[in-house]
């Protein structure tokens, strides 16, 4: 069985950096079981029905503005599948999530920056997926679990987000990291690590810092479903952690 993997995306440039976090996004998809499909939740795609991608051929989107030019002439022609969107829906529709085929949308910057890491020759059918952010965790964590079958049959699950993303508490030329930020993500990776559902599904209460490391949910949305896709084994691996800009938090798990 293929693991699901959640990553940070960081900044768009992320995907033109060399540091220690893009050297392990390099070698994972190097490392790890080639998948047939991946299917990807990316926090760049808000709405509030699940929406599935479905075009056979997956456009790259540049939603966003005022970074380098390389930037933009970039690409990932990932090629859909339409089979398993069908079957992405058909999962999903079978335990009451609403969700809806989408011909029309292409990979925005959640998607292809990291998968540009992951597998850079765009040679694995991709269907990219939304999130809708104002959902519990727990509701986050059933749309993921709905979809565990896939990884038997050699799909990856991937979400694309962040777990402390506060755009306004950036800290442009900060080297370190700061200490609210480091203490939510050790909050979160205890409770992850011995999946204490109770305490991750009231994390705004009880986690130190975490208005000020979640101010809107659509990035820690994609862990919640990443851990659901592992419901049955509940095996939890931090890859990686580090920090950009202060307190953006680029990191790195594995759910088998």
Not at 33 to 41: D, E, H, L, M, S
Not at 50 to 71: H, K, N, R, W
Not at 118 to 144: F, N, T
């Amino acid at each position: 069985m293929v693991p699901a993997l959640f990553v940070a995306h960081g900044m768009p440039t992320l995907v033109l950096e060399t540091n220690s976090y893009t050297k392990l996004l390099r070698n994972l998809g190097l490392l790890l079981p080639r998948p047939k499909g991946i299917a990807i939740f990316s926090a760049h795609w808000e709405h509030p029905v699940q929406m599935i991608s479905s075009a056979p051929q997956l456009e790259t989107m540049y939603d966003f503005f005022g970074f380098p030019e390389p930037l933009y002439e970039l690409d990932y022609p990932a090629k859909g599948d339409l089979v398993l969107s069908m079957e992405i829906e058909r999962l999903l529709s079978g335990e009451g999530i609403r969700c809806e085929l989408n011909h029309r949308r292409g990979l925005d910057h959640g998607v292809w920056t990291v998968m540009k890491l992951l597998y850079p020759e765009a040679d694995i059918p991709l269907v990219s997926l939304s999130v809708h952010p104002r959902l519990v965790p727990e509701e986050q964590y059933r749309i993921g679990k709905a979809l565990l079958a896939l990884r038997e049959q050699g799909v990856m699950i991937i979400g694309s987000g962040g777990t402390v993303h506060n755009l306004s508490k950036l800290r442009w030329e900060s080297e370190g990291a700061d200490k609210w930020a480091v203490h939510f993500d050790r909050w979160l990776a205890d409770k992850i690590s011995v999946w204490d559902l109770e305490s991750l599904f009231d994390y705004a209460q009880r986690a130190p810092y975490a208005q000020k490391a979640v101010p809107t949910q659509e990035h820690l949305a994609p862990l919640f479903i990443c851990m659901g896709a592992a419901d049955r084994n509940r095996s939890a691996r931090l890859l990686h952690q580090q920090y950009q800009y202060g307190t953006m938090s680029l990191s790195a798990w594995m759910f088998k």
